[in-house]
């Protein structure tokens, strides 16, 4: 059979959201809801409409050219919306029309959906969930023999409809025929001045033809965001679906229940997690390593083997077999070579660590370019900004910066080379050459009692 169009509803106001920027380009695990829904609708579609309305531009700059894109200049409700793509609708097939704002709905709900439509032969099937708290959503009425009447929307329902937990998802599969035959005459809500879609059931029916409703066993799937406490919950389950799969995948989360992984995440096998640990963006990960707890990545590339313990990494890429805080900052543009050590409280930015260097204490790396088995002592800094501008420096192979050393960049220290603790280096230092750049050490004899004299007497002191 002939795959269905997908016509997905973004044009909304999200006036709950109470945000500036529009409700369906609001993030859920690293990715817009629209995204989500757009994910679940291209598998069993050929091709997916987006009515926009504000913020059109920046779906469309998000999205891209792979789609149609309609514009509802008025938001003048669903069924609106929908009247909107009406003209590019093909004559025949079937039509799965869903919401922006439903992004936990996948394709196999969407799948059975359009299954059972199919079977039923149906001119308009919508998708029903039975919720514990059906609060918000349109009702599904149905009559004594249990066919759906009609949908009435939270605010208008009827004594006693309250009680009715059944609800529309707000995701429909629709003959396009039915739609050209049918929406056009939509009825305009006489209380909100909206055109509602759920009003074309009714319709449907009059005309003779047969409306079909499919009660979905996933109902937590049926999710609709309207504000940001709806957001948080779709998150936290939208986590549990990635985190499960990564489980299932081999990778072990001491407690999935803290760890926040976006939906692109790629994690390997037999790598542990520890609490708190937060990936996002396009972060991915390698096998067998051992990463957190508190341990924030963005957009990063860990290589197998790789020990990170608590920090902050971003934009940035970690070797296999690295050994990495406790406590650092990775700032972006940073490439940390295989076999590093790079150890506490040490901050690196737009720099790349060669293979087995160690920078083990207490460092500023910045706009450096180190090659392999360097050692940065404990508290040596890379002074790269003068006020101005910043300055490269360069630290060949072997190089050895004795501890609480400046570097003052433009600067390149050869291969080999040794720098005494304390020094301050201005000048290039030649390959090989022991450097000691610190001011000369006094020691007078016997002077300390004099100095210490007149120094108030502590408790018990004679
Ligand atoms: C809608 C349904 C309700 C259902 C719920 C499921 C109607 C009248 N109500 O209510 O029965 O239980 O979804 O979550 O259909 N939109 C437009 N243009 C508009 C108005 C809305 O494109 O003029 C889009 C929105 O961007 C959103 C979707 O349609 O993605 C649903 O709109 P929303 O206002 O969230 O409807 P609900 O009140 O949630
Ligand atoms: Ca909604």
Redesign the pocket.
Known sequence: MEQPWAV???????T?MQSAG???MHPLCGRP??WHVLEAARVLTKKQVL???RGAALLKDYFGDGYTYVE?A????????LQQVLPQLPAGGDVLV?????PLLDSEVLGALLADHRRQGAAATVLTAALGNPH????VIRDERGRVQE????RHLRAGQEKINE?????YCFAAQALHALLPRLPQ?KVTG??????LLPLLKEAGHRVAAFLTVDAQS?????DRAQLAVAAARMRERINRRLMLAGVTMLDPETTYLDVDVAVGRDTVLYPHCIFEGQTVVGENCVLGPGLHLVNTAVENDVTCRQGLVIDSSLGAGANIGPYVHIRPGSSIGAETRIGNFVEVKNSSIGKGSKVPHLSYIGDTQMEESVNMGAGSIVVNYDGRRKHLTQIEAGAFVGCNSNLIAPLKIGRGAFIAAGSTITRDVPPGALVVARPQEKVKKDLAKKFLKGRPKKQGEK
Not at 136 to 139: E, V
Not at 151 to 154: L, P, Q
Not at 222 to 226: E, H, T
């Open positions: 997905i509803l973004a044009a909304g106001e999200g709950r529009p409700k369906v809801l629209l009515v926009t309305g509802q008025e938001r003048l409700g669903t069924g609106h919306a869903l919401c922006g704002d439903t918000g959503y349109g009702r949908i009435v929307e939270d609800i529309n998802t707000g995701c809500n909206e055109y509602y879609l759920t009003d049926a999710l609709g965001i309207n």
